[in-house]
Structures are given as structure tokens and as C-alpha cells.
């Protein structure tokens, strides 16, 4: 069974920080995988997705990757700022079985001003 | 196009009804995820629908809980003598016929059983 573990829980810093994100699957065959952000009360939205032939994907300050051998994916976020402040998620389609998205429990992340 | 309509945006019952909570994918999609949120937790997987077809509902507990996406209308996960337990966030998700698209979400549904 797919288990999907996300570090840090909570993390606090900064306005400027560069930080890094970090999600890792017990089941290292990753098919697809996207990270995502949800703001409290809301749904998901989603921010990157690396297809299976990929191993990187970048939009605006975000970089996400992923090591498909070792079944770890990092998000990383340059200079943070406030409106950041959300809980990330990440979530991951394994070679086998069905086609769905497996959830990482998120990291929740505050930036300061 | 808009995006994955879930409706009610809140639904409260109590111990015994039924809940149906409603979900709209966008336009072209034809596969729907249903996932269910507890406060503080991850999202957990519960059901993969096609038009007419479960694919994959391994999520879903073997009471009381069933889904379906007719040909036409919307996806409905219907919760039948809802408990306690049952109160979560019920998040709906689409995607087009191709696997490798990202997954849209909607707003979700807010279900409190008193």
C-alpha cells in the first residue's frame, strides 16, 4: 500500500526565504506526480505536474522534482513571500495498479512579512 | 469553461440520513476522483469513476457509501445513515480521457452530522 509522507509538517519563515519541500513514497514507481496547494476552507489547486518522462518541472518561483529511484520529490519556493502561505501537498500515481492520485498528509507553511 | 462544480458547498444531517453530495467535472472530462479530508489530515483517496463505469473504489468503506457517474448529469456520492464519523470534507476531482493531465479540483463539500 502506497504511503505518502511529507517533511515538514508545519514550517514558519520569513518573507524572502528560499525554502524546499519535501514528500516521499514508499512506493518508489512513480507514474505521475503533482504538487499542490489548498488555502484554508478552499479546494486544490494544482501548482506543477511531472508526467512519466520527466523528472523536473518549474513555474514562475516554484521548481518541483522528483527521484524516481528513491520515490522523492522536492518543492522548492524562491523568495517567499506571504501570499505563499498556504498548505502544500503532494500526490503521486504508481505504475501499478488503478490510475489515482495518492495524498501526502501536506506541509503547512506561514510566511511572515 | 468552468471549473469542478460540487454542491451543496455545505450539507448538515443528522445521525440516520442520507447525505448525496453532487459533483460536476468540467467540460471534456470524462474521470472523476472522490476524496475525503478530516481536519489536520491528507486527503484519502476513496472512489474512480468513468461515464457508467467504477474503476477503482477500493477507498470506499463497504457500507453505506456508494457512487456513481451516469452517462448523463452529475458524479453523486451518496452516504446512507450518516454517523458521527462521517463529518469531513468531501473534496471532487476531474480529469480529461488522457492520463497525463493534471487533476482539477473542486471546492469541496463541507458535511457536519450533529
Known amino acids: 500500500k502506497q504511503e505518502v509522507t511529507q517533511i515538514p509538517a508545519a514550517l514558519s519563515v520569513p518573507e524572502g526565504e528560499n525554502l524546499v519541500l519535501n514528500c516521499s513514497f514508499t512506493d518508489s514507481a512513480i507514474y505521475n506526480l503533482q504538487w499542490f496547494r489548498q488555502d484554508p476552507g478552499k479546494g486544490l489547486t494544482s501548482l506543477l505536474l511531472i508526467q512519466s518522462s520527466q523528472r523536473e518541472q518549474t513555474s514562475g518561483r516554484l521548481n518541483a522534482s522528483l527521484d524516481k529511484s528513491s520515490g522523492r520529490s522536492t518543492l522548492y519556493i524562491a523568495a517567499s513571500q506571504p501570499g505563499d502561505s498556504a498548505t502544500y501537498l503532494c500526490a503521486g500515481v504508481t505504475t501499478s495498479g488503478t490510475y489515482k492520485y495518492i495524498f501526502g498528509t501536506g506541509t503547512r507553511l506561514k510566511v511572515l512579512a | 469553461n468552468a471549473g469542478v462544480m460540487q454542491n451543496p458547498r455545505h450539507l448538515v444531517r443528522r445521525r440516520g440520513q442520507e447525505a448525496r453530495l453532487r459533483c460536476s467535472p468540467m467540460k471534456g472530462h470524462s474521470h472523476v476522483y472522490w476524496y475525503r479530508q478530516l481536519p489536520e489530515e491528507g486527503l484519502k483517496f476513496m472512489v474512480y469513476l468513468q461515464k457508467e463505469n467504477i474503476i477503482d473504489e477500493s477507498g470506499m468503506p463497504k457500507e453505506r457509501f456508494s457512487a456513481e457517474f451516469p452517462k448523463e448529469g452529475p458524479s453523486i456520492l451518496r452516504i446512507q445513515q450518516v454517523v458521527r464519523g462521517d463529518s469531513a470534507a468531501y473534496f471532487c476531482?476531474?480529469?480529461?480521457?488522457?492520463?497525463?493531465?493534471?487533476?482539477?479540483f473542486g471546492s469541496g463539500t463541507q458535511l457536519s452530522v450533529l
Open positions: 476531482a476531474s480529469s480529461p480521457f488522457r492520463d497525463d493531465e493534471k487533476l482539477f
